[in-house]
């Protein structure tokens, strides 16, 4: 039985990323369970999760392109730049019409300005940190919060439907992008105001919440038993060599030495029978140095 490896999980609304670890490890009988990336409570959708060795391979784990997709309610502002905030700012939402044509100005050219490499201003209630304190944190208190812009990257938006106030999209972007202040932002760049009505991860790097694990599965032990099976790493780890180990390549990494590199490649996974028993990146003269390896933890994945 496979005890070590990835799960994708599919949120709900409500709870948060850590409570969903907490089921994991009960589900797993394991302490050992990581992610690659959080969700807001409010949002739901995809979690990559690892168990076990596994967590030892998540700085690995291809996390881009993120994909979500959101519905942005247009007349008023609030201070978490979500549904679940205290109303702010009103104002006039933009025309259906504007918002029925992604096509056409001036909804084309506000995604356009909120496309690519920005400086994006995130909300005031995030995790981000302010002298040691979360700044949600103080915002909760009360307390004036003025965070600087952080570069993110947005790759493209999709329109999918809207209605005489809303508008649902599908945007691609990098880690870090707040999407509740790109809802804020679209809405001051039609000179109106938003905010982030419902937020779902659909996809984070190769991985897809069609592929995820609901919560009502993950019952305590159902891991462990075998009744929910964890995923291999190995499709998780993007453009990465493959290079596999005879006998005498597995001896030699159980000693700590390098190995042959027989395939092209800067970083490549070592594999036995399809598992992986390290990470390791390529030295002059066609050696794989190891990096990480799996070895004596749990076994091979």
Not at 88 to 112: K, M, Q
Not at 130 to 154: C, F, I, K, M, W
Request: charged share 20%; proline share 7%.
């Amino acid at each position: 039985m496979i005890t070590s490896g990835l799960l994708y999980v599919d949120k709900p609304v409500g709870i948060t990323s850590h409570d969903v670890v907490s089921i994991v490890r009960r589900a797993a009988r394991t302490k050992r369970v990581g992610h690659a990336g959080t969700l807001d409570p409010f949002a739901t959708g995809l979690l990559v999760l690892a168990v076990n060795a596994a967590t030892r391979l998540l700085p690995y784990v291809v996390g881009e392109p993120k994909v979500y997709e959101a519905v942005i309610r247009f007349g008023w502002e609030t201070d978490t730049d979500d549904s679940t905030g205290q109303p702010g700012r009103t104002a006039p939402s933009p025309t259906a019409a504007v918002l029925a044509d992604a096509a056409a100005p001036p909804l084309r050219d506000a995604i356009a300005a909120l496309t690519g490499t920005l400086a994006q201003q995130p909300p005031a209630f995030s995790a981000k940190h302010v002298n040691g304190e979360r700044a949600y944190a103080l915002a909760r208190r009360g307390e004036a919060v003025d965070l600087p812009p952080v570069t993110v990257h947005v790759f493209g938006w999709e329109w999918l439907s809207s209605t005489a106030d809303t508008l649902v999209v599908r945007i691609q972007c990098g880690g870090g992008t707040y999407i509740r202040a790109l809802a804020r932002d679209l809405g001051r760049a039609l000179g109106s105001a938003a905010h982030c009505d419902s937020l779902r991860r659909v996809a984070s790097g190769p991985a897809t919440v069609i592929h995820a694990e609901s919560l009502e599965k993950l019952e305590p032990g159902s891991i462990a038993d075998g009744r929910v099976l964890l995923r291999s790493p190995l499709p998780a780890l993007g453009d990465i060599a493959h290079e596999p180990l005879d006998e005498a390549g597995l001896a030699a990494l159980r000693f700590g030495r390098r190995v042959p590199a027989t395939v092209p490649g800067v970083r490549g996974a070592l594999l036995r029978h399809e598992h992986i028993v390290a990470i390791a990146e390529r030295t002059e003269g066609d050696w794989w140095q190891p990096r990480v390896v799996m070895l004596n933890d749990e076994g091979t994945l």
